[in-house]
């Protein structure tokens, strides 16, 4: 059974520019969180999106967006980048019908903006 | 709500020694709890979790954490570090698993 699949792995960005980020949860799982790591913060949610509707959200700017799709697939939008967007960002998926108590994390896509 | 604080953000321990991490929780409801661990330039790989059955939690390779209600603790031990146990842990709470509270990491250095 394949895992969380996150592409890409790396991207470059330059400030002021926007990026996607796709994210394929395991078969089946219908929910798709997302968290940012860095350094400095180290890992903060995002988002969550269940069944295509956003049903949670963390606090971040809404240059942050995101949606997922009737495949469960999800991307990650971030407008106008700013260089403190560096960061880890991963994606996780999570299967309700077994009780929603485990999540499974994709590689992460690392983003770096100059 | 719902919080984690790990202390030590670096522990450092000889090869075949004890280990353990320590984290403390707060959450208004029963919480389910996780350890994760995370090398380098990956993501994030569960080590073990707490969903309110056995308060002592055996994992993947050997660790193992214990459940302790009134401390509000999920301390995480292996008996004898090995050398690729180097790697950031990072304890972790949730309500549900689709909103995760991380700790702010522990990064385990094992001394040969």
């Known amino acids: 059974k394949a895992g969380v699949t996150q592409t890409p792995r790396y991207l470059i960005k330059t400030r002021g520019q926007q990026v996607t980020l796709s994210c394929s949860p395991i078969?089946?799982?219908?929910?798709v969180s997302w968290y940012q790591q860095t350094p400095g913060q180290g890992l903060q949610f995002l988002f969550e999106y269940f069944s295509e509707t956003q049903r949670n959200k963390g606090n971040f700017p809404g240059r942050f967006s995101g949606r997922q799709f009737s495949n469960s697939r999800s991307e990650m939008n971030v407008s106008t980048l700013e260089l403190g967007d560096s960061a880890l960002y991963l994606c996780?998926?999570?299967?309700?019908?077994?009780?929603?108590?485990?999540?499974?994390f994709g590689q992460g896509t690392r983003l770096t903006v100059v | 709500a719902q919080s984690v604080t790990q202390l030590g953000s670096h522990v450092s321990v000889s090869e075949g020694a004890l280990v353990l991490l320590r984290c403390n929780y707060s959450?208004?409801?029963?919480?389910?709890l996780f350890w994760y661990v995370q090398y380098p330039n990956q993501g994030l790989q569960l080590l073990l979790k707490?969903?309110?059955?056995?308060?002592l939690v055996k994992g993947i390779n050997g660790f193992e954490a214990e459940f302790k209600k009134s401390e509000t603790s999920f301390h995480l031990t292996k008996p004898s570090a090995h050398m690729s146990d180097a790697a950031e842990y990072f304890c972790?709470?949730?309500?549900?698993?689709?909103?995760?509270?991380f700790g702010s990491g522990t990064r385990l250095s094992i001394r040969p």
């Open positions: 078969s089946g799982h219908r929910s």
């Open positions: 972790a709470v949730t309500a549900r698993a689709s909103k995760i509270i």
């Open positions: 707490y969903t309110s059955a056995a308060t």
């Open positions: 996780a998926s999570a299967n309700p019908r077994q009780g929603d108590t485990e999540a499974f």
């Open positions: 959450s208004s409801v029963p919480p389910y």
